[in-house]
């Protein structure tokens, strides 16, 4: 009794089965031969806005600082007198006013 009972949910389970993947396939032959143009354009876009991602700038020149040694972005760097630059103001002040005051920039 039981037996006869699992047949029919296995054959009703196949015949499901079967008819989904029927169904998908079908789907799929419909899908691949006519694209929708709008994944395909977005597709374009997303591309083209990854080439012209604003995040990305060109690669900068990069200075280092004549008192610690930090390398650090042209654009952030603090020009000195003598061509050299600096991560910050108070380090070109310490370089180029040290020799004569020592004792005066601690
Ligand atoms: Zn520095």
Request: proline share 9%; net charge positive.
């Amino acid at each position: 009794m039981m037996g006869k009972f699992t047949v029919w949910i296995v054959l009703a389970g196949v015949a499901w089965l079967g008819w989904t993947l029927w169904r998908i396939g079908r789907r799929r032959a419909e899908s691949a031969a006519s694209p929708p143009p709008a994944e395909s354009e977005s597709a374009r876009t997303r591309e083209q806005g990854a080439d012209a991602a604003p995040g990305e700038a060109p690669p900068e020149p990069m200075l280092r600082c004549a008192r610690c040694g930090l390398y650090l972005p042209a654009r952030d760097s603090v020009a000195g007198a003598r061509g050299s630059s600096y991560c910050s103001t108070a380090h070109r002040d310490l370089t180029e006013q040290a020799p004569r005051g020592p004792s005066a920039s601690r």
